[in-house]
């Protein structure tokens, strides 16, 4: 559970990185330079894919499987 929790965040917060890099791209003018574009357009999302990852994954402990020896 707590693997599948952890995905299932990661996935719902590709929605809000997307967002955020659209607007974040709008405001800057628009570039299409390689470097600036890049960054916004990919490093915003996948960003946001980690952290919600991450989060997931540090929250989740509750669902663990307890494996008892």
Partial sequence: MRLLRTLIMGAVMLIPGLLLAMIIWYTA??????????????GIPLLSVT???LF???T???YAVQIES
């Fill in 56 to 58: 997931g994954w540090k």
């Fill in 29 to 42: 003018g628009q570039p299409v330079t390689e470097p600036i574009e890049s960054l916004i357009c990919n």
């Fill in 60 to 62: 989740g402990e509750a």
């Fill in 51 to 53: 952290l919600g990852l």
